[in-house]
């Protein structure tokens, strides 16, 4: 039997003397701001136990793991995978050289050029892609109350130029079918929702169930194992393979300092420090998911 608190009290205070390690995303002036020296873990197992450490229930900016629901949202897009690619980019998250290379197909929906295209099948089906995210999130987390961060959405577009162009390049190629200016709007908001760890593992609940989730089907059991399997092979940015090395989970991170891990059947687990290591994945968070696969002896490997 694992103990699952036990383990993570033990990480805690493994990790505790270098709280604050790691360079928050200053490139975002709202992020700039955060305290970096936070840190909360949490962990919902298939049997609908709560396990948590830290600051496990105080909300940030999800970021790009925003990007892993609204792939969910878009996983029956006739067109998705003519439209976005399922391989790992190799380069920057927001690579304007790589998107021009291939003729305007992100390499996948995880990188910032693939959800946009993802944001532009939802606001097709939807009309209303900002507000459509936000109710998804709410339904899978069971938690009315999570919002957009307005001031931190307010920020991303203020600096988003790289994104700008971006998007305006996707239509350049006609991969992007909407108002662009819509499609962004949606897409900054996205990234700015916030939520805490222990929301966002019950949000991520039907990854490790087969896409179901406190009773509803969110994805059949084939779209499920896709999106894991993106997760593993996309979902960290620039190092999926390190990450897979040290961790050994599908996951998706975030540049506000959250990752968001599965082990299929078994548990999934959200971790948030806001300090980031050189590629943008949370610094402390990914020693803690090592150290948590390494107690527990439990990878998708």
Same mark, same amino acid.
Not at 11 to 28: K, Q, S, V
Not at 64 to 70: A, E, N
Not at 174 to 192: K, M, P, Q, R
Not at 231 to 260: E, H, N, R, W
């Given at each position: 039997?694992?103990?699952?608190?036990?383990?993570?009290?033990?990480?805690?205070?493994?990790?505790?003397?270098?709280?604050?390690? /790691?360079?928050?995303?200053?490139?975002?002036?709202?992020?700039?701001?955060?305290?970096?020296?936070?840190?909360?873990? #949490?962990?919902?197992?298939?049997?609908?136990?709560?396990?948590?450490?830290?600051?496990?229930e105080t909300p940030f900016?999800?970021?790009?793991?925003?990007?892993?629901? %609204?792939?969910?949202?878009?996983?029956?897009?006739?067109?998705?995978?003519?439209? %976005?690619?399922?391989?790992?980019? /190799?380069?920057?998250?927001?690579?304007?050289?790589?998107?021009?290379?291939?003729?305007?197909i992100p390499r996948n929906?995880?990188?910032?050029?693939?959800?946009?295209?993802?944001?532009?099948?939802?606001?097709?089906? $939807?009309?209303?892609?900002?507000?459509?995210?936000?109710?998804?999130?709410?339904?899978?987390?069971?938690?009315?109350?999570?919002?957009?961060?307005?001031?931190?959405?307010?920020?991303?577009?203020?600096?988003?130029?790289?994104?700008? #162009?971006?998007?305006?390049?996707?239509?350049?190629?006609?991969?992007?079918?909407?108002?662009?200016?819509?499609?962004?709007?949606?897409?900054? $908001?996205?990234?700015?929702?916030?939520?805490?760890?222990?929301?966002?593992?019950? #949000?991520?609940?039907?990854?490790?169930? $087969? +896409?179901?989730?406190?009773?509803?089907?969110?994805?059949?059991?084939?779209?499920?194992?896709?999106?894991?399997?993106?997760?593993?092979?996309? +979902? %960290?940015?620039?190092?999926?393979?390190?990450?897979?090395?040290?961790? /050994?989970?599908?996951?998706?991170?975030?540049?506000?300092?959250?990752?968001?891990?599965?082990?299929?059947?078994?548990?999934?687990?959200?971790?948030?420090?806001?300090?980031?290591?050189?590629?943008?994945?949370?610094?402390? +968070?990914?020693? #803690?998911?090592?150290?948590?696969?390494?107690?527990?002896?439990?990878?998708?490997?």
């Open positions: 039997m694992i103990h699952y608190q036990d383990i993570l009290d033990a990480i805690y205070l493994e990790l505790a003397p270098h709280f604050g390690e /790691g360079r928050i995303a200053t490139y975002i002036p709202e992020l700039a701001k955060i305290d970096p020296r936070q840190f909360g873990m #949490a962990v919902l197992t298939a049997d609908g136990h709560l396990y948590q450490v830290g600051q496990a900016s999800i970021q790009s793991i925003s990007k892993l629901f %609204t792939l969910t949202m878009a996983m029956d897009a006739p067109t998705l995978w003519q439209r %976005t690619g399922r391989e790992p980019s /190799g380069n920057a998250f927001n690579s304007l050289v790589q998107l021009e290379y291939e003729n305007g929906p995880f990188i910032n050029a693939g959800a946009m295209v993802v944001t532009d099948l939802i606001l097709a089906k $939807h009309g209303n892609a900002k507000e459509a995210v936000l109710r998804f999130v709410r339904h899978l987390s069971g938690q009315d109350h999570i919002a957009f961060n307005m001031t931190v959405a307010a920020s991303e577009e203020s600096v988003g130029y790289r994104n700008k #162009a971006l998007a305006y390049f996707l239509k350049s190629f006609g991969n992007i079918t909407g108002d662009v200016e819509v499609v962004l709007d949606a897409y900054f $908001h996205h990234c700015s929702i916030e939520m805490s760890c222990t929301e966002l593992v019950k #949000a991520g609940m039907y990854l490790m169930n $087969h +896409g179901a989730s406190s009773g509803s089907q969110i994805l059949d059991f084939s779209q499920t194992k896709q999106v894991n399997s993106l997760m593993l092979t996309c +979902g %960290t940015y620039d190092a999926v393979g390190d990450f897979a090395y040290q961790v /050994g989970l599908p996951a998706k991170s975030g540049v506000g300092g959250g990752i968001l891990a599965v082990m299929p059947e078994q548990f999934v687990v959200a971790v948030w420090s806001p300090g980031l290591n050189e590629v943008g994945n949370s610094l402390l +968070g990914t020693r #803690a998911l090592s150290l948590f696969t390494t107690k527990t002896g439990m990878s998708v490997f």
